[in-house]
């Protein structure tokens, strides 16, 4: 089970074994640009960033509603699932963390309703918090206080991907049947019990945040030990709302359950919370099968949707695209390949790999579940540059989509700014392939170069953990070598 | 703080309501509007789920379900009009030969604008046609032009029907009629194969080297037992039992058939005519291609089908019944 929340306000106590990052270059973010902690610090923080994006969203949902049923003439297709995905994959997971979850407007309504409040803090109790919230105010079933929901979620929604990533309307009803499922559940559970659970953005974005150049950590922790008795982040106080992630930043070692809101920030006595700028991969510890298995699920999607999508195969695209084609049949052996390789097929070749790196350190004292739970950190900068290498294809083939939707948003003939009827181009189709053998090889070596510093916390030995580490290497080489196969042709 | 709680509540209600409001503004206002005073802007959606060029509006929320209405456009003698073409699925052509409108091609999602003025009073009837789905020969409609003062013609609406009772299929001659009706022959070549649909820009005869497609209206077949030189009703139907026996054995021998040659000879080529199409020539080489044209069935039927639309096809012609009229003499 991963480091979660619901059980962090409870076991804030545990001191971390070791720090689970690559130490110790950072850049304190709030000194160097003054201007980020004034707008952090700001109690408006939180509404200014995700009311912009409430109103864009809303606006997406009547344009799937209400404008053009196809899919590439209508906003909500082009710049959700082609525009805001690439974003997201590629600039502000990797570079940002879970900047998304900032500005994300799902919870928005939901923690209207508990706090009573768009802006301002309430003082008052609430269960252990220092805040008056509205509502129920339940813990999480603990049997679900993991990623393990997050991980389904996501396999299934993507095993229907060719639906949603075509029709405005189903588009409408995932997009809309979150937002409804976020608001509902703020009704019962305190705080973002969706965000930490449920939605299934939020779980990847949590294993790939730990890759992430920023950081949100204490400034010094030794403060928050010896000084800190209230641990105001966690519980909030009349400057802040208790954060709604459940986390502790004076034991906060990864990125993984920290949506940014800033509100810790504020409510830290010490003034003793920043933003720093990091090395890339900077957090190097999975922690629970719910969090490997994110980990596979993810490479296995990408692997999938690399084949369906980019590569030559006719029949698969026919599979995958049950809404055109009807055949029912085929779809089942999509879905089958699907689940079968993101649950068992890699995890399966994973185990085998931990198993043999075992007998290769010959070291019997470390067990093969933590041998496999710790080197499966080595699939998520790799998960992650394949994820990115297989989305830039889609942003140049596409580009010119968005290009034309951001005039014509609703497909109803509109021509906001005069590129509405631009002509379908792709960019710079000659050098993708380039940018994609980049892309896999700087997930290889990080794959193999933090494996290798993971290695180093089982093994005090260098040789032992280099012999542990050769088969998951051979492993990840091997899939990069299928993925540039598959994308070089 | 309470003046900011407040202002940030009233931003949340406000832009909540107004983004459907701004939309509905901004479309009828700039867009639907931005035409001279008095032009009339119509927008017709193409929907070959259910086969129709319709009024109606189209979206997400409503085509799966909903079974939309062909539309019959209404306009008085001297409406400037703006036609708004625009495909809610697949590729579609529209056309309205005699208003010398298009063929237009419409691309699913994208909008094209037609500008016409409505001149001579009339009842004009519009086509789809780039081939979109099961229902697309039913896809068209009436443009009526009403001089001033006077009521509007209503013309009966063409529509697809989803559910024909489907036959066994080897029931020839009903999976025949099964096919016509379904595939949307009656379209074309009429209820009961009877013709009488106009397909205008027709050629004379003369004009070019194979008059013998070239009518003024679709061919008929309700007469086609008799272009195949089958001259008794017994005769009629021997030859499609024939059909019908020579599916499981195809080495038969010949029906007693007069002139049995001759006969297949003719049923042959119209069996290429529905495997391979043909087209109808234009009257006027530079002027606009007649809309309706006989598409080639290749691909969708097979060669029992064919057989069968044949034998029912055969089956259509009226004879005359000359026992009752000798009784009566």
């Known amino acids: ?489 | 703080m309470r003046f900011k709680e407040i202002l940030a509540t009233l931003s949340v209600v406000v832009s909540l309501v107004a983004i459907p409001v701004a939309v509905g503004w901004y479309h009828n206002s700039y867009v639907l509007g931005g035409h001279p005073e008095g032009t009339k802007v119509i927008t017709l959606s193409g929907v070959a789920e259910s086969g129709v060029w319709t009024l109606d509006k189209v979206n997400g929320t409503n085509y799966w379900w909903k079974d939309f209405k062909p539309a019959t456009i209404y306009l008085q003698e001297g409406d400037k009009v703006v036609l708004r073409l625009q495909s809610t699925d697949v590729h579609h052509r529209f056309y309205a030969p005699q208003l010398n409108i298009g063929p237009i091609e419409v691309e699913p999602g994208y909008i094209e604008e037609v500008h016409f003025e409505a001149q001579t009073p009339g009842t004009y009837r519009y086509y789809c046609t780039a081939i979109c789905g099961d229902c697309h020969f039913y896809m068209q409609g009436w443009i009526v032009i009403t001089a001033k003062g006077q009521s509007p013609q209503e013309p009966p609406p063409l529509k697809c029907v989803h559910e024909f009772e489907q036959p066994p299929e080897d029931d020839m001659v009903a999976w025949g009629r099964y096919l016509y009706q379904k595939n949307g022959c009656i379209t074309c070549h009429g209820d009961d194969g009877k013709g009488g649909i106009e397909n205008p820009n027709y050629a004379k005869e003369g004009d070019i080297e194979d008059p013998s497609y070239v009518k003024g209206s679709v061919p008929a077949h309700n007469t086609i037992a008799e272009s195949f030189f089958l001259e008794e009703k017994e005769d009629a139907e021997t030859f499609v039992e024939w059909l019908i026996e020579k599916q499981g054995e195809p080495n038969i021998p010949p029906p007693d058939v007069p002139r049995f040659f001759i006969v297949l000879r003719k049923c042959e080529d119209a069996i290429a005519i529905i495997r391979e199409g043909k087209n109808c020539a234009k009257a006027d080489p530079n002027g606009p291609e007649p809309p309706l044209q006989m598409p080639s069935w290749e691909v969708r039927l097979t060669d029992y089908d064919i057989d069968a639309i044949i034998a029912y096809i055969i089956t259509l012609y009226e004879w005359e019944e000359e026992e009752e009229w000798e009784e009566e003499e």
Request: charged share 15%; with cysteine; aromatic share 16%.
């Open chain 1, 1 to 489: 089970m991963g480091n979660h929340p619901a059980n962090s306000v409870d076991k804030a106590k545990d001191a971390p074994k070791d720090s689970g990052q690559v130490k110790p270059f950072r850049i304190d973010l709030f000194k160097t640009i003054p201007f980020l902690k004034k707008f952090c610090k700001l109690r408006s923080f939180q509404f200014l960033v995700i009311f912009p994006n409430l109103v864009i969203f809303v606006f997406f949902l009547y344009a799937g509603l209400f404008g053009s049923r196809v899919g590439n003439r209508n906003i909500i297709i082009i710049f959700v699932w082609i525009f805001w995905w690439f974003l997201l994959i590629t600039f502000m997971v990797p570079f940002a963390s879970r900047v998304w979850c900032v500005v994300c407007p799902f919870p928005f309504f939901g923690e209207w309703f508990q706090r009573g409040a768009l802006i301002k803090v309430r003082s008052g109790k609430t269960g252990g918090l220092r805040n008056k919230m509205f509502g129920l105010n339940k813990k999480w079933p603990k049997a679900l206080s993991n990623i393990w929901l997050q991980d389904i979620g996501f396999l299934a929604l993507c095993t229907f991907s060719a639906l949603f990533l075509t029709r405005p309307i189903v588009s409408v009803i995932v997009l809309g049947g979150l937002f409804v499922i976020a608001t509902i559940l703020a009704f019962f559970y305190r705080q973002r019990a969706f965000c930490m659970y449920v939605c299934p953005v939020s779980g990847f974005q949590g294993l790939y945040a730990m890759t992430s150049m920023i950081e949100l950590r204490a400034v010094d922790p030794e403060v928050c030990r010896r000084e800190c008795k209230t641990k105001n982040c966690l519980t909030g106080s009349e400057k802040g709302w208790a954060c709604p992630w459940y986390q502790y930043v004076g034991k906060m070692e990864r990125n993984n359950y920290c949506g940014l809101c800033m509100e810790c920030v504020k409510s830290c006595p010490n003034d003793n919370i920043s933003v720093f700028a990091r090395p890339f991969c900077g957090d190097i510890h999975v922690k629970g099968y719910d969090e490997s298995w994110k980990a596979f699920i993810m490479l296995a999607l990408a692997m999938v949707y690399a084949v369906t999508l980019l590569g030559p195969w006719g029949t698969i695209k026919e599979w995958a695209n049950i809404a055109e084609v009807g055949n029912w049949k085929g779809f089942g052996i999509y879905a089958g390949i699907i689940w079968f390789t993101a649950l068992i097929g890699i995890p399966a070749v994973w185990a085998l790999a931990s198993w043999l790196g075992k007998l290769l350190a010959g070291d019997r004292s470390i067990p093969t579940k933590e041998i496999f739970i710790k080197y499966s950190y080595m699939l998520v900068p790799l998960g992650l540059l394949a994820w990115i290498a297989f989305s830039f294809p889609l942003i140049m083939i596409n580009g010119a989509y968005i290009i034309s939707t951001i005039s014509d948003p609703l497909g109803w003939g509109w021509d906001l700014f005069g590129t509405a009827d631009i002509p379908w181009r792709p960019i710079l189709p000659e050098y993708t392939i380039y940018i994609q053998i980049l892309l896999l090889l700087f997930g290889l070596f990080f794959a193999l170069k933090r494996g290798y510093d993971v290695s180093l916390t089982l093994y005090q030995d260098k040789s032992q953990a280099v012999r542990s580490l050769i088969p998951t290497g051979v492993v990840c080489a091997v899939i990069i070598f299928a993925f540039l196969r598959l994308f070089i042709g």
